[in-house]
């Protein structure tokens, strides 16, 4: 199985979708292939291209959580929890499920850990960590539309990294 970024990113697009978006409900405002106005206010999310999206997942995502350096099916994982519930996040995850420090920064701590654990084990726990995030959202009234789809995406991805 390919575990790269390149096919992380093709998985992606049909979750994340590749036309606009501008659901009032959608706290990141306007978002085309994922890529939310919020969370970049310098791009213009109307005119985004798959290889300009492409490029902000490298940077903004894939290397600001270490993933090269984190197992593979790790690094999907937390990858993907970056992606939906933000990077310090998707890090107190992994780093919660590796009982350490759970700061939100990938450090030495961080990687030296979990490159000493089961990987499938390691990336199935962050991603339920995910799923109970959801499920509190959910609760919250104008989140609650966003759950099957959410927990859809999760199990597709937990089912792809068994």
């Given at each position: ?11 992606l697009v049909p979750w994340e979708g590749s036309a606009y978006e501008n659901d ?20 213009n999310i109307r005119t985004l291209t798959k290889i300009q999206a492409q490029r ?5 995502y894939w290397r600001s959580v270490a993933a090269p350096q984190l197992p593979p ?90």
């Amino acid at each position: 199985m390919d575990l790269s970024f390149d096919a992380y990113f093709e998985w992606l697009v049909p979750w994340e979708g590749s036309a606009y978006e501008n659901d009032p409900a959608d706290p990141g405002g306007a978002t085309k292939y994922g890529i939310d106005q919020r969370s970049h206010p310098t791009i213009n999310i109307r005119t985004l291209t798959k290889i300009q999206a492409q490029r902000i997942y490298w940077d903004s995502y894939w290397r600001s959580v270490a993933a090269p350096q984190l197992p593979p099916k790790t690094a999907w994982a937390v990858m993907d929890c970056a992606v939906n519930c933000g990077r310090a996040q998707a890090v107190k995850w992994l780093q919660r499920y590796l009982r350490i420090t759970d700061d939100g920064i990938i450090g030495p701590d961080t990687i030296t850990h979990a490159g000493l654990d089961n990987d499938t084990v390691m990336a199935l726990a962050v991603l339920a960590q995910r799923e109970a995030h959801y499920r509190a959202l959910a609760k919250r009234g104008s989140f609650a539309k966003f759950l099957k789809g959410w927990l859809n995406r999760n199990n597709d991805l937990i089912s792809k990294l068994k």
